[in-house]
C-alpha cells in the first residue's frame, strides 16, 4: 500500500500534509474544511473547539481553500488569536450588510471606524 501511495504522489494525484507532528498522505484538491473535520474527528483533545480558519505553510486561509501541492497546515479556533480576529471580522461585515438593507432607504451610512479594546466605535454618518 505505501508503494502505490508513493506513486499516486509522483503522479500528482496525492500531497503530503504536515499537521504538528504528524504526517497526512492525502489527495490532491481536498479542502482545508474537509482536513479540519477529519482531523478533529481522529484529534479531538488536540484542537478542541470550533476550527475557523488555518494556516498553509504561514499563510491565513479560509476553510473553502483546497490544497493543490504538499505543505504545513495548522487549524486555528476561537481560542486562537488570527481564529478570533477572523471571526470577528466576519460578525463586522455581516452587522454592516443588514446595517445596509436595514437602511437602504435613508441616508445613514454605518460603518467600522475604529475598536477600542474590544468594544467598537460605529458612528452613523448621513451619505
Known sequence: ???F???L???GIMITVVIGEKIYSVKKGI???QMA???QKENPDICPGKILLATVDHHLRELSYELKDSCE???LTGSDKNGIRAYRRSLILLM???ADRIFADSNV???VIHSIGSGLFLPGAHR
Open 5 to 7: 501511495r508513493i506513486y
Open 9 to 11: 504522489q509522483k503522479w
Open 96 to 98: 454592516e450588510a443588514a
Open 109 to 111: 451610512d454605518i460603518r
Open 31 to 33: 479542502s482545508l474544511q
Open 73 to 75: 497546515v495548522s487549524f
Open 1 to 3: 500500500m505505501k508503494k
Open 37 to 39: 473535520e477529519d482531523f
